[in-house]
Structure formats: structure tokens, C-alpha cells
């Protein structure tokens, strides 16, 4: 018999939580053997591709199919009028509005879905998009949200009661026709009464420019039905699967047990892949009418142009304190875009998502905030990039408003800050706009951070790089961006988040094999976090089996138990928590097989690592391997036999992650080209599950808030054209544009969390952007700038100098 | 994205490519690398019945240094000029540039027959042979001529090729003296905000030539004599940089697209110009 | 279409027949027609590398060439690279320093950097992120990526020295 191995090296075999497990998915992909929706080929498989209207506001006057569907190969053109007697012209979405799947006498955006071409390969299906002749009548275009809440033209008639009569929508009244809804939070007149009373009161308007999630693979679908059987398999590029069954069957009246929803490998998702998009209506119902399988996959232009954007919230802040800078009071009004329907991929009871954490790392006794959404002749989204519900929007808006209130007050910004944290002793936190943070500590890690950075010394360069500036011996400026943000993610608890009604708990089902391996299956889906890796190791240290010994598996809702869907970073809190749950139940009838076999009474034997010794006499065990075997063969008495579990869990609390983000940059004045040349990014996300991927989560939140802060977005014209619909003016930057990072980390777990992990994916990108863009901001403080808006390409740069009187 | 429907003609040699075009006119385009057409065809914002690939047309690519003359054919890539020691000894100012256009799969493809002759003011070769003062080749049914590239472009994708006519070669007579490509951008993959091309002589702290073109900032590239003029006889001190820029932003007419607005560009022409300056001037 | 033209393509070595129309785009050659569907579509216009394979000794750009276009050539994709009992170091690589994410960029980009290394067996950092500036990545925020192809150079380095 080999050497005993000791505690540490049987933990070590496990591969368990906290180690550097290379990623199991990796070798498919980079074999070029993944298996994404284009790369699903059925038989008899037909290619759908859609009509799409080039005016952003216009009247259908009609639409003629005749020398499309005379092409050969073309086997159906679909209009609303076809879909109109099945209840498929309309679909809801999931914010409570209702969305045209194909143009019903108007469309509302440009590159809406007027009629959807069914054919026999892709080629023929574009051809036949050309030959569709659709007469339109244009209509006036909105594209300002302020100006359309003053407009007459009427957007969406469709909303509108008996003469001119503006019925309530799904969150409550509507002031003009072209709005969506108010949502209000916390304490209005108390707030305007403490900035009334205020030493100091900074004043802004913060605009979050519109741009995309934008995953290198674009949405799309395959739909395939079985006539014979009456089932409906449903391939896609789905965040969400079981909630996509649930809404295909009720919006289809196919019965739920008849749908297999399945999101194979997904190349990103971003949050533009949460939702339901018409082309997976009209997949669905070109399946149905052809009895063949029919693809429908987006191209870049229709993905950037139709498919879920994010952010375009204008938000006026106001932000009160002492004289010494202790913060009394946060008022914020949010004007949101929403576009022709509001699509928002938002929990039901959140119009505007968390934006009520608006109050950030902060300390603000008295705060309140209101969201007006509005419809514009703009695309349809308002999805969560890369962010929990809008808090990416909320993080810059309160870092934003730190870094004004900075300046109102001649006070340095990271000392501000500090003083005004709340406390690691006031956690749990109850904010002023209704959260209840559930631990921090927040002067750690900012004192960290600021000491890796030599902050002092960086203020001292940059005070002289002013100087050399002003004596004429540099064109360069040099940006200092700060950043403490506090996210909220993981939702979330069912008693106040839901989608179209649906809890947001999520789920994983285990069975352990008789020799000691298991598969695991949850109700997420990794878009490349990873998942099958990372729960693996939560399970290895659960259970007491390799996390090499455990198949995770998610997708498909034929297999995987219901659950909500992978985005707003709640994969690891809320189905990471059921995993670890559905392994203590694993574990608890593990126990009882253990003291079974050993003949000793349950609670005299307890776990360890990977098997249950008897209390006081470790060598006396029966490994978790050993156990797996008894459950499938032995007969115990009072016990069923064998291995398996099931958690449905349901979150007490979101998670807090925050972290402390230092960038540092220079800027050309002249040509407004940004170089950055350190960014220091320390996270908490509580339990670090595997840092090898928590790393990589960073670089990629990271790059991803650089583009966001630097040039990305989605740009219309007046007339409601979109000015960036291809990845050349689409920023994405490339390697060659992004820096190295460093990044850090503390270690605050979460109380309540079955592990204490509190998820990270979208850290990055939330603290992400405002320090990138009070990097910019930054530079130009001492030329008395107070805010200028993203992003920050090189000609707003240059007229932001301009406006300073920078170029002589 | 898919393109429509063509005919396809790989011709052996310049006859059969020639014959096609004469053919069926302005229904025919030749296709050399393809990174500009193919991408213009996908988005169905050229139609091409004809399409007329150029790739076994014998002659038509390669390098050659003869004395002081450069001769590149049309099909030879701008990979092939990054790589060519010959050249980059030449002329350097070529690799320079051409480590500036697009990315690196682009440039195994693109090439300068047709950066120079599709006439998109995006592209960085016109300007660069402006700069160079050099000649296009082009052939015809009635033979073979030559164009000054500083008489080549008349509007936005409007050149002085006839449309049965093919662009087959880019000579130049090997530059002396500094050289300096500028580009601003906003990424790799991206067409210039503002480029300038500068070559320039100097005989004892006396700038004896000077030639400058801009790309990107008018409808077409844009040799500015004046720019160059106002260098000549002088030894590059401030006042004349600044009547070089001065003159250079009277030649150039940029629009507004999500690069900025046109003042911004006009500013940034006049800071890239000046930096393309002061680096030839140093290589000098 | 009646225009088909016969093509023969040698791709990963075996060589390939077929008729199709000239229009049709490599990429869906390789993916639909051979079901090499590992590089991938990403953006159409020439910009994401998704696509990228290697074609006569070029890395290219398969969304932008026509099948015409390709007919004699001889391609590589990352099903040519390494397979799964012998893996390209570069595969090795990326799995080892985490060079991916969600696997969509990582056949394009194993394919360019593979083509990188050839021409430049010794890349400093900066010629691997200018060599590697026509391949987005979503995901990874190109660290790890650089990291990965730095790693496969030096062990491809210490391989070759190690034979002589």
C-alpha cells in the first residue's frame, strides 16, 4: 500500500475551490470542436433571413412577396398578416410591453423585422430579402427621449385608450404617450429638503451613452419540429433556456413538455442574449408551418442595429455635503431610452433594474431617485451588459457624482471617498435607497490599492506634468481615474424578483455514479465563465470526490433542472450556492451511509476532505468513493438507495461584491489619443473559487469597460439611422489598443452564501468604466473641466480640450 | 452578409482579363486582394454581374529596383512590401506605411493595385504616391499608358481609369532624404482620422525638396504643393512648419463622419502633418 | 444558380471536389459544405478574424474570399492544427495560460498565431499584439492570449534547440 497522503495532499487531489484548475472546456474549443448554433446542421434544415425596414419611423403601406417567392428555393415569405391568426404577431417582452415580431402596419425602429424569407440555404434566403418590395409612408423620427416626452407624433398608437386617453402601463401611470413609466425610490421631499439645507451641492447631468453586449458570435436559432411526435426542439444562443421554454409555450401553446430548449456552446453573451428576439418567433413558426427544421443566425450589422442594446440613460444628479465633505444627500432623475418597445431585460419589479444602488460604497443617510423610461424610434433592448440590472449605469453615475462633488468641494477624490465609506461595522447595511448590503470592507481594500499605486507619488507627477504643461514643455495631460464601486448581483430572492413571473432562484441536480463519479446539472449556462470547471471544484470540496471525477452539464431543459439563466453575475451566487446545497444533501446521506458501514452511531462520524472518519479515530473512514459504491449495493436499512440530490435555491440576499480600481493615462491635448499606462484592479468577490478564471474575468470586464469608456456605442443620425453598425466603427478594440492589467484582490466573504462567493463577471466592467472615464475627466481638472461625457474618443477628447482653451 | 450572384473569370494573362472588361463595361469590376470590394459586394453596395479575379494574370506582381526606379506590380501585397529588404531599403517610407493599413490578414491580401486604383480616399496608397510623385501603369484595349498618380483621382471612387482599362503597376523613382508616414486612427483596422505622407531633403540644415500628400481628408488624396513649397529653402524652423500646415489645410476639404466633426479634423490633419515633418526631418 | 464551378480545394491535407457557385463565401465552404466548423463567423466585414485560416501559406480572412477564389488552394484550419492525441503547442498553450473564454475567437486565433510564430519563431510582446491585431476577443481582454503565445514560442524555441 502506498504512503498515506496527508490531509493537505488528499484536498489537493480533490482539485477543489481556491485552486488554479485549468478549465475543462478548453479542449474542445481550441480544437476548433465546439458546438455553437451555426455549427447545427439538420436535415432538410431551411435558412430563415428577414426584411428589415431601412426608415427608423414609418407607415407599411404594403408588402409584395411575389417576386421573392417565385425565386426557386424560396419556400415562404412571412408577414405580421400571416402571423396575426395564430397570436404571433405581437410577442410580450420581458418588461411588461408587447414588441411586433414582424412590422404591424408600422415600424418603430430602423432594421425592425418586416417580413422573414424561408428558403433553402442561406444564399438563396438573402436573395429573396432583396426581391421582398414593401411600400413605406415615412413618419416623423424621434430620436431624444426629452424631445419625444414633448412631442406629438405618437409613437406607439397601439397604447393609446379611447380618445387620445393614456391607459397605465405595466409599471403604473403614463404622462404622455411616449412614456413608459415612472419609477420612483426613496425619500423625495426629505432629500430636496437636505440639499436645500446643504454646505455644498454639486450639480450634473451624467449621460451613459447607448452601446451593445456585441459577443463576437451573434444570436440565432434553430428550430426544429417534430410533427410525428409533436415536439418542438428550440437550439439558440440562449442566456436563459428554461425561460425561453416557458415563453415559447406560452406564447406558442405548445405544451411546455413538448419543447426542448437547448443552448449548446454560446460565444459570448453579454446580456445580448437574455432576451427573445423575433427571430426565434419566426423560426419557431416557420418550423412549424414547413414541418423542417429552420436556421435563423443574425448577422453583425443586424445584431449591432436590432438585437439588445444597452444603457442610453441620462441622468441629472445632485449630490449634497458638509463643508468637510461628509456626504447628506443623493437626488438623482434618470430620463432612459428605451427605443419602440420597452424590452428591457429587467427583474418584473424593477423597471430601471437596481439602479437604486445608485448610493454606491457610500454612507448617504437621505437619497432619492426616479426613472422616467421613454420611447424613441430606437432599437428595443436595455439589457444588462456585462453588468447586474443597470448597475453599471448606477456605479458610474455615483462615481461620476464623487468626482464633481471632488471638485465643488477643492477636495482630493480618493480622500473624499474615504470618508465617506460605509463602514466594514455598519454591514449589514441597510441603504437609504432600500438595499441591504451584506458585507464589506471597503477602507481595506481602498488603502490597498492606493498604496500599490503610490498614490501620492502619481499626484505628484501629475501636478508637475501640469506644470510642464502650462510652460509649454508637454502636449500631454495625465489622467488619475479612481474608482470604489459596489455592485449587486445574484438575483435573486423570489420574494422580490421575478421575470414574466418566473422566480429567480436557480437550481443543480447531482447524481453520483456507483464508482465514485458524478454528473451535475444546473439551471445556468456558461457563455465562457467556465462553469464546468468552476462548479466542478465547488463540488470537489462539497462532496470529497475529484472535481476531475464531476460532469457538469447545463442547456438543456430536457436534463437540467428549471432555473434562471446565467447574467447578471448570478451564476455563481445563486446556482453556485445550490450546487453547494444539493452537495451538503449528497453529504448528509453520505454520513449516514458512512456510520452505517462503520457501525458507529451518524453523529459520531464526521467529514473530511474526502471521506467520514469516525470522531477520534481517523483511521477508522470510509472514503466518498467508497460510499458512492455502498449506496448503489448495500441494503440500508430505513435508507433508499442510491446517490443523488437536488437544490432549489432560493437567495436570502443579493451578493456585494466592490473592488478599488486605479487607472492611470495620458492624453495627447492635440490629437485626443488616450494611452493608458497602468490600470490596478483590485477585487472582492468574497470566496475566490478559482483564481486562474476570477483573473480572466477581469482582463475581459476590463477591456470590455475600456472600449465602453473610450469609443464604443451605438450612434444614430437624426433620422433615426444607425451610424455604427459594423465593426469598423463599432469599437472593439484589438490588442494592439489594450493595456496590461494588475490585479489584486481581498477577500470579504458573503454571510449568507452557502460559500460566502459572491460572484465577479461583471466587476470589471462595472468599476471598469468610470475609472477609465475619471481617468479622462481627471486629466483635465486642473483646466477646470467637471464632467464631460463618454465615450471618450479621440475628437470628443480634442473638443473637450478645445473647449478649455487648450490649443491656444 | 452575402453577395449576389456573378459570373467568374480567372484569366491567364492581361488579354483575356481586358477581353472581359471590354465586354461587358461598367458591368465588370477586376478583383485583386478583395478587402475592399468583397466586403462592398456582401453589404450589396456593389453590384458586380462580372467579376474578373486577377490572381494567374502573368506579370503582374512583384517588386523590381532598376537604378533609382521602383516598379511594384499591382498584385504584389502589401505583406510582400513589409517583407521585401529591398525595398524597405529603398524606399522605407513604404513598409512604413504599409505596417499602418488594416491588420495583418488584410495585408496578405490587400494589395497596391487595388489600394491605389478602386479611388476610396480611406486607402493610405494614393496618398503615399502622390508623395512619391509616382506613375501608374494602366492598360487598355488601346495599349498602355501612364498616369502621374497626382492626376489620377478626381472624386470618391471616381479615378482617371477608363473602365476597360487595368491598373498593372506602381512606379516611382527611389525617394532620398527623410521620410515619415503618419497616421491617426481610432484602432488597428481602421482608416485614418488624418495621414500624412512627407518626404524631404536636406543639404546642410537646408531643406532642399519637400513633398507632402494627406489621406482621408478629402474626397480624394490630396497633394499640397504649397505645403511643400513652403519648406523648400527654408531650415524647417517653426514659422515654416506652420506656413506648410497652413498651406496643406487650404488644400484639404474633409467631411463629418464618426471619426469628428470637420474641425477636429482639420486640427488633427495639421498635428499629424507637423509630427510627419519633424520625424522626416530627423531621418533626414 | 446555374453558374456553378467545379473547385477543388486541399484542405487539411485531403483534398476536396465539389461544384458551387462562385459567390459562395470560403467560410461557408469550409463550415457547411466540408463541416470544418471550427473557424467561425463573427462580424462579415474583415474585422474579427474569427474566420481566419491559412491558405497558401497566408493567414486570411475566410469570411472576405470567395470559394472561386480558393479553388487549388491549399488550406489549413484548426481541425489541421493538432489533434486530440497530439495537440499543437499552441493549443497546449492557450489551455494552460487560460487564453480563452467562451472558444468562439480561439480557433482564428490559434490559426493567425500559428502562422506568427512561423514568421516570427521570437516575438517580443508588442510584435505579438501588432501580429495578433486582426483576431478580436470578446472574453479574455488578450492578456492571457499574448501570455499563451509567448509561452508556445519559447517551448517551440527549447524544443528546436533541444533536437539539435
Known amino acids: 500500500m502506498n504512503k498515506e497522503l496527508t490531509r493537505e495532499e488528499r484536498a489537493d487531489a480533490l482539485g477543489g475551490m481556491g485552486c488554479k484548475r485549468k478549465r475543462v472546456e478548453d479542449a474542445r474549443f481550441t480544437q476548433g470542436k465546439g458546438n455553437y448554433v451555426d455549427d447545427i446542421k439538420l436535415p432538410g434544415m431551411l435558412h430563415g433571413d428577414f426584411v428589415r425596414s431601412p426608415y427608423a419611423h414609418a407607415r407599411i403601406v404594403s408588402i409584395n412577396a411575389e417576386a421573392a417567392l417565385a425565386l426557386d428555393g424560396v419556400i415562404a415569405v412571412l408577414t405580421a398578416e400571416d402571423l396575426a391568426p395564430l397570436g404571433l404577431h405581437w410577442m410580450p417582452t420581458l418588461a411588461g410591453d408587447k414588441q411586433m415580431v414582424l412590422a404591424d402596419g408600422k415600424v418603430l425602429f430602423q432594421g425592425q423585422e418586416v417580413a422573414f424569407v424561408v428558403a433553402k440555404d442561406r444564399y438563396i434566403a438573402a436573395d429573396a430579402v432583396e426581391l421582398v418590395e414593401v411600400e413605406y409612408e415615412e413618419l416623423p423620427v424621434l430620436t431624444d427621449p426629452h424631445a419625444a416626452l414633448e412631442s406629438d407624433v405618437v409613437l406607439r398608437e397601439d397604447l393609446m385608450g379611447e380618445g387620445g386617453s393614456i391607459p397605465d402601463g405595466a409599471h403604473g401611470p403614463r404622462k404622455h404617450p411616449n412614456h413608459i413609466f415612472t419609477w420612483e425610490v426613496g425619500e423625495k421631499d426629505a432629500t430636496e429638503q437636505v440639499m436645500g439645507e446643504a454646505d455644498v451641492v454639486a450639480e450634473e447631468m451624467v449621460y451613459y451613452h447607448r452601446t451593445h453586449p456585441c459577443p463576437l458570435e451573434t444570436c440565432g436559432c434553430v428550430a426544429s419540429m417534430d410533427k410525428v411526435n409533436g415536439k418542438l426542439t428550440l437550439h439558440g444562443t440562449f442566456q436563459a433556456p428554461h425561460a425561453i421554454r416557458t415563453v415559447v409555450s406560452l406564447i406558442s401553446g405548445i405544451e411546455e413538455h413538448n419543447i426542448r430548449v437547448i443552448s449548446p456552446d454560446i460565444g459570448g453573451g453579454f446580456g445580448n442574449k437574455v432576451g427573445a428576439y423575433p427571430g426565434y418567433v419566426c423560426s419557431v413558426v416557420a418550423s412549424i408551418v414547413t414541418g423542417v427544421p429552420v436556421k435563423w443566425v443574425e448577422d453583425r450589422m443586424e445584431n449591432l442595429m436590432t438585437t439588445a442594446f444597452a444603457r442610453d440613460y441620462w441622468m441629472r444628479g445632485k449630490i449634497s455635503a458638509t463643508k468637510e465633505g461628509k456626504i447628506t444627500g443623493l437626488w438623482c432623475h434618470t430620463t432612459a431610452d428605451h427605443g419602440g418597445f420597452d424590452a428591457c431585460a429587467d427583474p418584473t419589479k424593477f423597471p430601471a433594474g437596481f439602479m437604486n444602488i445608485c448610493t454606491g460604497s457610500y454612507d448617504i443617510p437621505t437619497a432619492y431617485l426616479a426613472v422616467d423610461g421613454v420611447y424613441t424610434n430606437k432599437a428595443p433592448g436595455g439589457v444588462s451588459y456585462r453588468c447586474s440590472f443597470r448597475v453599471t449605469e448606477a456605479a458610474y453615475f455615483i462615481e461620476r457624482m464623487i468626482e464633481v462633488l471632488a471638485i465643488e468641494l477643492n477636495m482630493d477624490a480618493a480622500e473624499l471617498r474615504r470618508i465617506n465609506f460605509i463602514k466594514k461595522e455598519q454591514f449589514p447595511y441597510q441603504s437609504a435607497l432600500g438595499w441591504e448590503y451584506d458585507s464589506g470592507d471597503y477602507h481595506t481594500a481602498w488603502d490597498k490599492a492606493l498604496k500599490a499605486v503610490d498614490y501620492e507619488g502619481l499626484r505628484a507627477e501629475q501636478a508637475q506634468r501640469v506644470e510642464d504643461f502650462k510652460a509649454g514643455k508637454t502636449r500631454k495631460l495625465m489622467g488619475i481615474g479612481l474608482t470604489h464601486f459596489t455592485e449587486i448581483v445574484g438575483a435573486g430572492p423570489v420574494k422580490n424578483c421575478d421575470i414574466l413571473g418566473l422566480g429567480m432562484f436557480d437550481s443543480c441536480e447531482i447524481r453520483i455514479h456507483p464508482t465514485g463519479s458524478a454528473i451535475a446539472r444546473l439551471g445556468t449556462i456558461s457563455q465562457g465563465q467556465g462553469h464546468a470547471t468552476t462548479f466542478a471544484q465547488i463540488l470537489a470540496t462539497e462532496i470529497g470526490l475529484p472535481a476531475d471525477s464531476i460532469t457538469i452539464e447545463e442547456g438543456d431543459t430536457d436534463t437540467a433542472p428549471y432555473g434562471l439563466g446565467t447574467y447578471g453575475s448570478r451564476s455563481t451566487p445563486v446556482a453556485g450556492a445550490a450546487t453547494a446545497m444539493a452537495g451538503r444533501k449528497i453529504r448528509a446521506k453520505a454520513q449516514m451511509i458512512a456510520a452505517y458501514l462503520l457501525e458507529v452511531h451518524d453523529d459520531d462520524v464526521e467529514f473530511d476532505v474526502d471521506r467520514f472518519v469516525v470522531k477520534g479515530a481517523p483511521e477508522k473512514f470510509k472514503t466518498m468513493k467508497e460510499i458512492a459504491f455502498a449506496a448503489y449495493n448495500q441494503a440500508i436499512p430505513g435508507i433508499e438507495p442510491g446517490l443523488e440530490a437536488v437544490s432549489y435555491y432560493d437567495p436570502p440576499n443579493m451578493t456585494y461584491p466592490f473592488g478599488a480600481y486605479v487607472c492611470v493615462m495620458d492624453i495627447d491635448v492635440d490629437t485626443g489619443v488616450t494611452d493608458i499606462r497602468r490600470f490596478y484592479a483590485l477585487d472582492d468577490c468574497g470566496t475566490r473559487i478559482n483564481p486562474m478564471i476570477i483573473e480572466g474575468q477581469v482582463h475581459g470586464g476590463l477591456t470590455e469597460a475600456l472600449a465602453v469608456a473610450l469609443g464604443q456605442e451605438i450612434a444614430y443620425d437624426e433620422m433615426g439611422n444607425v451610424k455604427t453598425g459594423t465593426l469598423m466603427d463599432f469599437f472593439l478594440p484589438t490588442a494592439w489598443e489594450v493595456p496590461n492589467y494588475e490585479t489584486d484582490h481581498t477577500v470579504t466573504p458573503s454571510p449568507h452564501h452557502p460559500i460566502g462567493a459572491k460572484g465577479v463577471g461583471e466587476s470589471p466592467h462595472v468599476g471598469g468604466v468610470p475609472c477609465f472615464s475619471n481617468a479622462v475627466n481627471d486629466a483635465f481638472r486642473a483646466f477646470g473641466l467637471r464632467h464631460t461625457h463618454m465615450p471618450h474618443d479621440h475628437w470628443r477628447i480634442w473638443k473637450t480640450a478645445n473647449e478649455l482653451g487648450l490649443h491656444g | ?284 | ?164
Open chain 3, 1 to 164: 444558380m446555374s453558374n456553378k464551378k467545379h473547385i477543388t480545394l486541399t484542405v487539411n491535407g485531403e483534398e476536396q471536389e465539389f461544384l458551387a457557385e462562385p459567390r459562395e463565401l470560403l467560410i461557408h465552404t469550409l463550415r457547411e459544405r466540408l463541416r470544418k466548423t471550427g473557424p467561425h463567423i463573427g462580424c462579415e466585414t474583415s474585422h474579427c478574424g474569427a474566420c481566419t485560416v491559412t491558405m497558401n501559406g497566408k493567414s486570411v480572412k475566410s469570411c472576405t474570399v470567395f470559394v472561386a477564389q480558393a479553388d487549388g488552394a491549399e488550406i489549413t484550419t484548426i481541425e489541421g492544427l493538432g489533434n486530440p492525441d497530439s495537440l499543437h503547442v499552441l493549443q497546449e498553450a492557450f489551455k494552460e495560460h487560460h487564453g480563452l473564454q467562451c472558444g468562439f475567437c480561439t480557433p482564428g486565433m490559434i490559426t493567425r498565431a500559428s502562422k506568427l510564430l512561423e514568421e516570427n519563431p521570437n516575438p517580443t510582446e508588442e510584435e505579438v499584439r501588432f501580429g495578433m491585431a486582426g483576431n478580436l476577443c470578446r472574453c479574455t481582454g488578450y492578456q492571457n492570449i499574448v501570455k499563451s503565445i509567448l509561452a508556445a514560442a519559447a517551448e517551440m524555441n527549447s524544443a528546436k534547440e533541444a533536437a539539435q
Open chain 2, 1 to 284: 452578409m452575402i453577395p449576389a450572384a456573378f459570373e467568374y473569370y480567372r484569366p491567364k494573362d492581361l488579354e483575356g482579363a481586358l477581353s472581359v472588361l471590354e465586354e461587358h463595361g461598367d458591368d465588370a469590376r477586376v478583383l485583386a486582394g478583395g478587402h475592399s470590394l468583397i466586403p462592398m459586394m456582401k453589404l450589396r453596395m456593389a453590384e458586380v454581374p462580372h467579376l474578373i479575379d486577377l490572381q494567374d494574370v502573368d506579370g503582374l506582381s512583384g517588386i523590381s529596383i532598376e537604378g533609382n526606379t521602383i516598379r511594384i506590380g499591382a498584385m504584389t501585397t502589401q505583406h510582400d512590401i513589409i517583407n521585401d529588404v529591398q525595398l524597405a531599403s529603398a524606399a522605407p517610407i513604404m513598409r512604413e506605411a504599409s505596417l499602418q493599413i488594416a491588420d495583418p490578414q488584410v495585408r496578405y491580401m490587400g494589395t497596391v493595385g487595388g489600394n491605389v486604383a478602386n479611388g476610396d480616399p480611406g486607402n493610405d496608397m494614393p496618398g503615399l504616391m502622390q508623395c512619391l510623385d509616382a506613375t501608374f501603369t494602366l492598360v487598355g484595349p488601346e495599349g498602355e499608358r501612364e498616369v502621374a498618380a497626382r492626376d489620377f483621382y478626381e472624386a470618391a471612387y471616381m479615378t482617371d481609369r477608363e473602365d476597360d482599362e487595368i491598373l498593372t503597376a506602381v512606379s516611382f523613382e527611389a525617394p532620398s532624404g527623410g521620410y515619415a508616414y503618419e497616421k491617426q486612427k481610432r484602432k488597428i483596422g481602421d482608416y485614418a482620422t488624418a495621414a500624412a505622407a512627407v518626404l524631404l531633403t536636406k543639404e546642410g540644415g537646408t531643406c532642399t525638396a519637400a513633398s507632402i500628400a494627406m489621406t482621408n481628408l478629402s474626397d480624394t488624396p490630396v497633394h499640397s504643393d504649397a505645403a511643400g513649397a513652403a519648406l523648400v529653402g527654408t531650415s524647417l524652423d517653426d514659422a515654416a512648419v506652420k506656413a506648410a500646415v497652413d498651406a496643406m489645410l487650404g488644400d484639404i476639404d474633409p467631411t463629418q463622419d464618426n471619426r469628428g466633426p470637420i474641425e477636429f479634423k482639420r486640427h488633427a490633419a495639421a498635428v499629424i502633418l507637423r509630427r510627419a515633418i519633424e520625424n522626416a526631418w530627423a531621418r533626414a
